[in-house]
């Protein structure tokens, strides 16, 4: 074979798009999940939720860390891409959800916290 052919011969196998399955890389077959021996059993009901807090989550992981959050929350807003208008409408977010929150935001840029 001379060295144009092996070259062409290369040229050819590097063009080849290697989909799965191939000759290549033949077909696998997955391993066979195990079927449970005894069906699960019970009746689906929908119920009302009592006392229903949907903030109560937040909030805790909020008060759990809040020092770590409010420094993540002023690294993104003093980005320099981050208008003062912008700036000023998170800040009002944040005072709506929580007002420390936004109070403690607001200190870190030299504002007053408006809701």
Sequence with gaps: MTSNALAFTFYILCLQV???????????????????SHPLG????????????????PGATFRSG???FIARVVDALSDPRVTHEIRSIWLSYWSQAD???????????????NM
């Design 18 to 36: 290697n989909y799965f399955p191939s000759h290549f890389d033949p077909c696998r077959h997955a391993e066979r999940v195990p079927i449970p």
């Design 66 to 68: 809040p020092e770590r």
């Design 42 to 57: 019970g009746r689906r009901e929908e119920a009302m939720i009592e006392k229903e807090n949907n903030f109560a989550q």
């Design 99 to 113: 007002r420390m929150l936004g109070q403690k935001i607001a200190t870190k840029f030299n504002v007053k916290a």
